[in-house]
Every structure is written in structure tokens, then in C-alpha cells.
């Protein structure tokens, strides 16, 4: 069983930039592909980014690339979120997923945090 926790979200303006962090405990961290998920209220979870067990493939959503970054160090067992330019339609609940290939973190993960807010004021 793995576990994540989130942390790092909070009330940004917009054009801001965040880091968010994702710890993992319970598990082989560095077999895991890893990624990051997102949930506004009132709107269905959206796929944010993914990243392989070495950090050599990610992938972005297309609403966030080329303003989000992830990477991973897995000698902390922790993933990143960088996200940059922000904007208010980014704000939402931000959850780290765990899985063991990049495909299944893609569609949805094994292992779920409890995901940290995030807000951007316009």
C-alpha cells in the first residue's frame, strides 16, 4: 500500500507560480510512475501530468503545458509540481496519483492522496 500527502498548495494571485510537493511512504517510490490530478468544484477530476519511474517521460495536459513542470527526486520518494503563469480557472484541489506504469497514472492511478488547495485570485 502506498500512501501520498500533498502539500504546498494555497491562495496565489494570478500570474503566480507554485510548487507543490507530493511525499510517498508504503511502497518501491521509485518503480512508481507518478502524477498529478486536479478537481474544481461542481467539475469532473482532470488530468493535470504524469511522469515515468525515472523522470525521462512526462506528459501535460493540454491546458497546463509549457506553464507546469513535473519531476521527481527519487531519493526523497517525492514529486513536484511546478506550475507557473497561473491563472484562476487552475484553482482546485490538487491530488498526487501513484501507479505502475506511466499508462495507468494517466487514467486515473492505483494510489490517491488526499490533495491540497489551491486558489488563484484573479
Known amino acids: 500500500q502506498v500512501q501520498l500527502v500533498e502539500s504546498g498548495g494555497g491562495l496565489v494571485q494570478a500570474g503566480d507560480s507554485l510548487r507543490l510537493s507530493c511525499a510517498a511512504s508504503?511502497?518501491?517510490?521509485?518503480?512508481?510512475?507518478m502524477g498529478w490530478f486536479r478537481q474544481a468544484p461542481g467539475k469532473v477530476r482532470e488530468f493535470v501530468a504524469a511522469i515515468s519511474w525515472n523522470g525521462e517521460n512526462t506528459y501535460y495536459s493540454e491546458s497546463v503545458k509549457g506553464r507546469f513542470t513535473i519531476s521527481r527526486d527519487n531519493a526523497k520518494n517525492t514529486v513536484y509540481l511546478q506550475m507557473g503563469s497561473l491563472k484562476p480557472e487552475d484553482t482546485a484541489v490538487y491530488h498526487c496519483?501513484?501507479?505502475?506504469?506511466?499508462?495507468?497514472?494517466?487514467?486515473?492511478?492505483?494510489?490517491w492522496g488526499q490533495g491540497t488547495q489551491v486558489t488563484v485570485s484573479s
Open positions: 508504503g511502497g518501491s517510490f521509485s518503480s512508481y510512475a
Open positions: 496519483a501513484a501507479g505502475g506504469t506511466i499508462r495507468i497514472v494517466v487514467t486515473g492511478g492505483d494510489w
